[in-house]
């Protein structure tokens, strides 16, 4: 005998209208784009008919580092803080400094980018771990 679930099905019909919603919000926003890209090569043509236009780039993260910088706003962290810090606070500082949204999600992203930051220089000799009173350890520059 099947069990009805009326609420689930409910629920279930409810997420795929809201899914629907921003696929159809979606499209129309990259129709837009699609129209604004046309125009403006459009206009590239009117000046210049032979211009090479080239693939789109694509934009980074607003959290991209490049080689090395991660590093080196962990060693700035560092050094501005005077004790001790965890890879939380360390990772906090960096947030702010580039003004990239304070959410779990970034924070989450920025602290294991941070902790693997501290990993590589620890295992080069330019930062220690302290003992900390709690779960959590702390980095100090050697």
């Known amino acids: 005998m099947p ?8 629920g279930l019909i409810e997420k795929h209208r809201a899914i629907a ?36 780039k694509p934009l980074p993260s607003p959290h991209a580092a490049f080689r090395g910088e991660m590093r080196r706003d962990v060693l700035a962290v560092l050094r501005s803080c005077g004790e001790p810090a965890t890879s939380l606070q360390i990772a ?13 999600k970034t924070v989450t992203m920025l602290r294991k980018r941070v902790g693997a930051a501290l990993w590589k220089l620890r295992a080069k000799g330019i930062v220690e771990e302290v003992p900390r009173a709690g ?7 050697r």
């Open 92 to 104: 906090r500082k960096i947030i702010a400094d580039r003004a990239l949204p304070d959410d779990a």
């Open 135 to 141: 779960e959590y350890k702390a980095w100090a520059l």
């Open 3 to 10: 069990v009805e679930r009326p609420n689930t099905v409910a």
């Open 21 to 56: 919603g921003q696929i159809d919000a979606t499209r129309r926003q990259l129709d837009a784009l699609v129209f604004d890209l046309e125009a403006v090569e459009h206009t590239i043509r009117l000046f210049d008919p032979d211009a090479q236009l080239g693939r789109a």
